[in-house]
């Protein structure tokens, strides 16, 4: 079987670089990747796969089915397309949305004989409003054996590992202006109730857990040195380890808003900015199986990657479809993601290799799971244990 995904790996190469290309050359923000997707989409096609587009209501998303004549588990490969301001494609998102649709393409031609599905679901704006959180919440992968997203970084390939659950809260405090020279006993100064907030959330680190994170930034923070600010506004994103921790982390972060506003007089309001993503519950046997088929593709070393540090709407698909998310290398150097320099990377020979190379063992993985009924349900054993 091996041979067989290298041989059309081969063949489907220079589409899929391609598609890479064009996407560093147009790189598009969340959920303005109207080329990108029209792009995916047309590749798609061009190799028998039925579109959806837009869907469930998200302009730049798509669904792409190949279907096999006989039954079997459905495999999904999510793939991700869109760019960060000012850096382009500095996660690499151009050449991880060409993976996910190189290995449905891959599957897409072994299934005729063994049965089931090949899907890529098109994800939009994983960097801000993650789009999977909301096909989570509407059922996307209701029908759905397996979910899998390979993700570019430097150095190394990467197990699946942790992520960090995480929340998005703004402030908004509401005071009274006065002048800040003559008659400040007349204002009520909104600025002060952020500086407060800050302050208290400070404070709160010394009892919080230690894979507790909380950063923000002012967003708006007054007009003029000489006028007490009424309107100031703040945002945060708290994350931590697990979803049930998290939970009780975010209630004592908007205490300390609440507090704030109790100590300055301020009126408070408070919303989500964005969406909240939960943690990455990895499904430990798909994981495995992903490692073995990637030494079936002469990948023998694979990292641990570790403690988890960042968030990815992927974790709201695990808690709903046995879910990995992977890493493979765009460099042999340490580059850092989110900048020019990443991006640049997946324009060499080397990345375009590995691509191809993480494609080949995502769709044997899905192979393995179609042909070999005990995996499955050992996949299904484990996540039913998250419930």
Known sequence: MKDRIIQIAKEIRPDIVALSDALYANPELGNKEFESSKLHAALLEKYGFKV???????????????????????????????????????????????TSIAAGIILSRLIGETGGWAVVLGTPAEET???????????????????????????????????????????????????AASEPEMGVNALDAV?????????????????????????EGGEACNVIPEHCVCRFYVRAAKKAYLKHLYEQVVNCAKAAALATGCKLQM???????????TNERLNRLFIDSLAEMGVKEVADPGEASGSVDAGNVSYVCPTIHP??????KNVAGHTREFAACTQ????????????GAMALTGYHIITEPQTLAEIRKEFQALK
């Not at 397996?146 to 190394?156: E, M």
């Not at 890493?327 to 042999?332: E, S």
């Not at 990345?351 to 191809?356: F, G, I, Q, T, V």
Request: net charge neutral; with cysteine.
């Open 52 to 98: 959806e587009k837009p869907y469930m209501g998200l302009a730049t998303g798509y669904r792409a089915e190949f279907r096999s004549a006989k039954p079997g588990p459905h495999i999904c490969y999510m793939a991700e397309y869109d760019a960060l301001p000012g850096v382009g494609h500095g996660c690499g998102h151009n050449m991880l949305g060409a």
């Open 271 to 281: 919303r989500p900015f964005e969406l909240g993503y939960d943690d990455l519950a």
């Open 348 to 359: 060499t020979e080397y990345a375009k290799d590995r691509m191809m190379e993480a494609a």
């Open 195 to 219: 500086i407060q907030t800050f302050n208290n959330i400070n404070a709160l680190r010394q009892q919080t857990k230690p894979d507790a994170r909380i950063h923000g930034i002012i967003t």
């Open 327 to 332: 890493y493979f290398p765009v460099t042999k």
């Open 129 to 179: 409003n993650g789009a999977k959180v909301e096909y989570a919440k509407r059922g996307a992968f209701r029908d759905l054996d397996a979910a899998i997203v390979c993700h570019p970084t430097s150095q190394d390939y990467y197990k699946s590992g942790p992520s960090l659950a995480m929340e998005t809260v703004e402030f908004t405090f509401t005071g009274k202006a006065a002048h």
